[in-house]
């Protein structure tokens, strides 16, 4: 058996979302306040049971403004049949194996269900509608009377001023869980009631919360937040690793018996007791060297004792590093070790700790779920993706194989070492969108997304393995056409949309070959995406006879089977196929030698321009194409933009003629005419021998030289950056794409802030909205 999936309604800005486990490990991300954190607390809040972990501030926002239109409700009137106050809920659904079915009997909606999933919500809801609405309208008529009179012109409102002024007090009393059970059949295929059905709701003995406390039981690891703050009071994973393995050996392992021989025989006791402490401890080490420590040319964990002749079998062990072997061998108590091997350390006991308190729990819940938060905190690349590939095997009890009992974990983090190193399939994105003015959370299974995409998934696995790219964390993204993109593209923001530096951004080299593969899981993960590319100009060459062979100059690249001369895909603007016939027809090869964009009948070998964004084949129409043609509207609203070079006035020699280069390096000196042929700019590799007459000429240089071998793009961007940047002007398509994203972003920060009073108030007083 295993939590098949859960559905929170109502708490903060997880509004209504439904969030899918894998059965082992699943991995929750996405950007700073989208909700992660959010998804642990409510369920471990949930299954524990008790009013006390709810405040008001756990509503979502929309609720607040229904509770104070509630609380004018004249009761001495008709009140509606369907009228209820807001209430948090949580569906959880739990699959369950045929051998498993008598653990959920109390569950089952009837003794003719069929199937392997079965549901139980808890819900946080008003004791009673009318008397809550009542209570809080007797404690505001009383407010006035029982307040001392206020100054002239006091704007002061004696308590309750609302009913959620009334609620931040009163919710413990007001409020209680709930538990009804769940019939499959009246959900739909994403877990949502179908019509007006109403649960069965959970009643007599034993109650709602303790059966769903003897099928799971919930540990949660926070995140790390003061390893090395000497407070014991600061919470998190600051606690003084002795006495975290002290609070181990006592609760888990064999312990030593009184030995009053220690007493008279102090130092012979003390290496009996170490030599006791090493074998007890040697499973947990084995275990933790899976993890990657010690590693290469660490120092080893020692648990060694530390009597008081006082306390001799009181006192607590002491964890110490052993440097070096045998006589010569020195030890350091636990404080001289690094943060990173502290933090992984702590790790590996928190979670052997929770599994050995869960296997001897009595009447043991069969499912154990375990959340981790940012495990990445202090370890480097390599032993993050040591850890989250070896965590599994902690998890692995002895004597549990082919038992009903079994454990999931889920791990939120911000760290692509860990998200890209388990695939796809444990990824569960946490999306920020927005509905009206109420900002809310979407869940998506990318476990979904890689059944549906086998054509592009490994591709983009491999890539995002590759490259550690930050996609799920990011506000937008940026992909570029190459490494030149990469490096200037920094300078650029800087110098023509600054706001940017302060968002989230994630930028990807992908290549105007490949741009077009990652349109699937951009319009599956709702991200604001640039596109900056180049035009890539061919002049096109008649098929050769088959199996005829091109030279290396000659450039190869698919258009639609039916493309017609200018136009490569007929979509809508906002990039999708509606009726599928030109994915599904098989592309043919067409061929072209590099040209200038201003040839006559030139087009583009540009997968990204053909198959994605604007659809177009021929330069004459991509230059045609509007900001509307080279922009997709994505499903929750967000958009992607293309750019490409574009034509703009060049004025050279005293002619001034519209031109673009077919590349960043060639419209770059288009952009920069009289800069970079200066004899000072020589380590840009763009200065013309001779000259040139005009502005034809000048492009045809730059387009000659860059076509070169010799040629050193990287060596180009380097020696830009070597530059003045305020001596040379970014190329205008770059420029208008940078400028697009600003304002994109700026409105996607401005609707990401809080708008509730409410919200402002509680992170005011220390709280977390997500």
Avoid at 323 to 342: E, H, M, Q, V
Avoid at 531 to 556: C, K, M, N, Q, R
Avoid at 594 to 623: D, F, M, Y
Wanted: net charge negative.
């Amino acid at each position: 058996m295993h939590l098949h999936s859960y559905r929170l309604r109502n708490f903060r800005r997880l509004k209504d979302a439904h969030i899918e486990l894998a059965d082992d490990i699943s991995i929750f991300v996405g950007s700073n306040n989208s909700g992660k954190t959010s998804a642990t607390q409510a369920i471990h809040s949930f299954v524990t049971g008790g009013r006390n972990p709810f405040s008001l501030y756990d509503f979502s926002s929309s609720c607040w403004k229904a509770f104070d239109e509630a609380g004018n409700i004249n009761l001495a009137g008709p009140i509606p049949d369907e009228f209820s106050l807001p209430s948090i809920d949580l569906d959880l659904w739990f699959e369950v194996a045929v051998p498993d079915l008598y653990l959920v009997i109390p569950l089952l909606p009837g003794t003719t269900w069929e199937g392997t999933k079965v549901g139980i919500r808890v819900s946080l809801t008003a004791r009673n509608d009318i008397n809550l609405i009542r209570n809080y309208q007797e404690a505001k008529a009383k407010g006035p009377k029982q307040a001392v009179e206020p100054p002239t012109n006091s704007q002061y409102v004696p308590w309750p001023r609302s009913m959620t002024d009334y609620l931040q007090r009163e919710l413990k009393s007001e409020y209680e869980l709930r538990y009804f059970i769940l019939d499959r059949t009246q959900f739909d295929e994403s877990f949502r009631d179908i019509g007006d059905y109403v649960p069965d709701e959970l009643r007599g003995d034993p109650g709602g919360g303790a059966i769903l406390k003897s099928l799971i039981h919930i540990d949660n690891l926070g995140a790390q937040r003061h390893l090395a703050d000497p407070n014991p009071e600061a919470g998190g994973r600051s606690e003084d690793l002795s006495k975290r393995l002290s609070r181990f050996y006592k609760r888990n392992l064999s312990q030593r018996q009184d030995d009053y021989t220690a007493l008279k025989a102090l130092f012979d006791s003390e290496q009996a007791l170490n030599i006791h402490l090493d074998g007890v401890f040697k499973p947990m080490l084995d275990r933790l060297a899976r993890l990657g420590y010690p590693g290469v040319n660490n120092p080893r964990l020692k648990i060694m004792s530390a009597l008081d002749p006082a306390h001799v079998m009181s006192q607590d062990a002491r964890v110490h590093y052993q440097i070096g072997d045998g006589d010569d061998a020195a030890t350091l108590p636990d404080s001289y070790n690094g943060l990173g091997f502290k933090n992984l350390i702590y790790m590996v006991v928190e979670i052997l700790d929770a599994q050995a308190k869960w296997a001897t729990m009595d009447n043991r819940p069969p499912l154990h779920l375990i959340f981790v938060e940012e495990p990445e905190a202090h370890l480097h690349a390599q032993l993050q993706q040591v850890f989250i590939r070896n965590v599994l095997e902690l998890l692995n009890i002895e004597g549990d194989d082919g038992s009903i009992f079994s454990s999931q974990m889920v791990i939120t983090t911000h760290s692509p070492h860990i998200v890209y190193e388990r695939g796809f399939k444990p990824i569960r994105y946490f999306r920020r969108k927005k509905v009206g003015k109420e900002q809310m959370t979407e869940v998506l299974n990318l476990s979904a997304f890689y059944e549906a995409q086998p054509d592009d998934r490994d591709f983009l696995e491999r890539y995002l393995k590759l490259t550690h790219c930050d996609l799920f964390f990011s506000d937008a993204a940026i992909l570029v056409e190459g490494n030149v993109e990469r490096l200037l593209l920094p300078v650029m923001i800087q110098k023509v949309a600054k706001s940017l530096r302060s968002a989230c951004l994630c930028i990807l080299e992908v290549g105007g070959a490949f741009g077009h593969r990652f349109k699937s899981l951009i319009e599956f993960l709702g991200l604001t995406t640039l596109i900056i590319t180049d035009i890539d100009s061919v002049a096109l060459v008649v098929p050769a006879a088959e199996g005829a062979v091109y030279d290396e100059e000659f450039e190869e690249f698919e258009v639609p089977a039916d493309a017609k001369e200018g136009v490569a895909v007929q979509a809508t603007n906002d990039g999708h196929d509606p009726a599928g016939e030109f994915a599904a027809q098989t592309p043919k090869m067409k061929y072209g030698k590099a040209c200038l964009p201003s040839e006559l009948g030139a087009a583009t070998s540009n997968q990204t321009l053909i198959k994605w964004l604007p659809g177009r084949l021929t330069v004459e129409h991509l230059h045609d194409a509007s900001e509307a043609d080279r922009t997709q509207v994505l499903e929750d609203g967000a958009r992607v933009l293309v750019v490409y070079q574009s034509k703009r006035d060049v004025a050279w020699n005293g002619s001034t003629v519209a031109l673009c280069g077919r590349t960043l390096e060639e419209d770059f000196g288009l952009e920069n005419a009289e800069w970079s042929q200066a004899a000072a700019r020589k380590q840009l590799g763009l200065i013309l021998k001779g000259g040139a007459a005009d502005p034809n000429a000048l492009a045809k240089g730059f387009h000659e030289k860059v076509s070169r071998k010799s040629f050193d793009k990287t060596k180009f961007a380097l020696a830009v950056l070597t530059e003045d940047e305020d001596a040379w002007l970014v190329p205008t398509y770059i420029s208008d794409g940078l400028v697009w994203l600003k304002n994109e972003v700026r409105i996607e920060l401005e609707t990401a802030l809080p708008d509730a009073p409410l919200m402002a108030e509680n992170i005011a007083a220390g709280g977390e909205h997500e």
